[in-house]
């Protein structure tokens, strides 16, 4: 089944295809009369929402889940969870904690009788549906992504790595400002590198501790939170380190006159955005927020297409 772990699990023409699915106008019911399954480790505004009305508006009935309503390995096991979970639902969504868990759900569906596709909705690692999201805002103002530049100032965390990816896709010139020990790893970094070499548009990246050297003369400005759900104890440590990465007033002044900016969402006006910036005549968040939707009817769509290449 083509499960959905990361961005980069999507090939070329699984990327175009999601893209497409996710415009088109009108709406096919691919999913009509079945069930979607959207199990929650953590909360959300956005992702549980979206996800259930593009489930909704494409024939399906979501089930919304709690995980502490299943209890991941302490009620029982991830993958009776799982195979319980395809008995009902013809796609099993999750936001978890650890992204292991993904591939352990999607190992134990695959050796059952009901083999039915595992889609990211936010680990530890990634959070790919965003990223599509985020792509779909850029490509409505922008066109073609291509030789843009996106600069993401903060914590390279699940966020930042998959924008980073689907900017490789994109053939975009990705950067990357964050305090020293919260960048990516030479694990990430060669994994881009692949991937940019893979989709052959030409993506680049490149890492700074400088928020006003990744700033300067960028088409788009990113920022997600600087503690991550799961985070919470590292909070005091956090708010030192990434003092000084805050998007604010004077790193629009070093971007493009018409920068975008961007944020996935909750924000935390004063920490990795001042409100006049998330607020001000340059924010693209809310338009970020519509196209979960969007972006999430297209990947569930493409997830049951029953003729891939
Ligand atoms: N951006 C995002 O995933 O928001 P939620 O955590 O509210 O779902
Ligand atoms: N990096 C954030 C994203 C929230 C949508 C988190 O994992 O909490």
Redo the contacts with the bound molecule.
Sequence with gaps: MPDLFDIDDFTPHDYARVVELALADPVTRVLEGQGVALLFE?PSAR?RNSSEMAAFALGAHPVYIQGTEVGLDTRESVEDIARTLGCYHRIVCARVFDHDVLARMAFALEASEFDVPVINL?S?RA?PC?AVADMLTLREIMGDLAGEVLAYIG?A???CRSLAKAAMMEGMHFRVASPAGYSFSAEDLASLHALSAAYGRGGTVNCTTDPIEAAGGADALYT??WT???QEEEKAERLAAFAGFTVDDALLDVAEPGVLVLH???AHRGEEIAASVLEGSHSVVWKQAAHRQTAMRGILAWSVEEDRP
């Design positions: 953590k992702t936010l530890d959070h965003q914590d965390n699940n966020m997600d939170v991550s759900m799961g996935c969402l909750p």
